[in-house]
């Protein structure tokens, strides 16, 4: 995907978000491992021992370490599910160009000097100078950040199911309310690779309804 000062700026404007979905897991977390404690003596009590706080903070500190260690590499491979030829924009013109509705083929093929690529990586290479004209165009600005905010939070909810998860067989009782919270992290994961992956997708198409010509915006009910 685009990789460019752009993109680093856009993913600077996601820290704010981040740090909230890692505060709101950190939190969920502490509840889990608070359960029992809820059940018998309210929530006052769970909240007032602060050394419940730490295997909390530590959570947060190791997760928040390893998502800057897992590079974007394998947070995509992580959305789109694929192992090599993994970004959306391997296939914008054999898949996805000819899918979406906004785009009109026949000028995106003018645009493309009358000559589609079929090798995923000079498709991509083709998609990715498109990219480059119309970065600055406010739709793709958008579908762009919300791509880079979701394929982060992708990484991060590999981390909590991994990290949160192991944390949560060895704090969290009864086994009921352990499984419970295994099967939010299980399920939050699955919903945020295919959100992440739903806005790939439309970043790849919106950037090329941009260079055929036809305003994103226009087929944003559509979408």
């Not at 007032?48 to 800057?68: S, Y």
Request: charged content about 15%; hydrophobic content about 50%; glycine content about 8%.
């Amino acid at each position: 995907m685009a990789k460019s000062g752009g993109s680093q700026r856009l993913k600077e404007q996601n820290r704010r978000q981040l740090w909230l979905i890692i505060a709101a897991n950190a939190f969920v977390f502490y509840g889990a491992c608070q359960w029992a404690t809820f059940e018998l003596s309210g929530i006052k009590a769970a909240l007032t021992g602060a050394a419940n706080l730490l295997p909390v903070g530590l959570a947060v500190v190791v997760t928040t370490i390893a998502n800057g260690l897992l590079g974007s590499a394998a947070k995509e491979r992580l959305v789109f599910l694929r192992w090599s030829d993994v970004l959306p924009g391997h296939r914008a013109f054999s898949v996805h160009a000819k899918s979406d509705p906004r785009i009109d083929f026949t000028r995106l093929q003018r645009a493309c000097g009358n000559k589609i690529p079929s090798d995923p990586r000079e498709q991509n290479s083709l998609w990715y100078r498109f990219y480059l004209e119309v970065q600055d165009i406010p739709a793709v600005q958008q579908v762009h950040r919300d791509y880079l905010l979701l394929r982060d939070y992708t990484g991060l909810a590999a981390l909590f199911l991994i990290g949160f998860g192991i944390g949560a067989i060895f704090l969290v009782a009864p086994w009921k309310a352990c499984g419970v919270y295994l099967g939010i992290l299980f399920l939050q994961l699955l919903v945020v690779r295919y959100a992440a992956a739903t806005y790939g997708y439309r970043f790849v198409c919106t950037v090329l309804a941009q260079k055929a010509g036809k305003p994103a915006a226009s087929s944003a009910a559509k979408k």
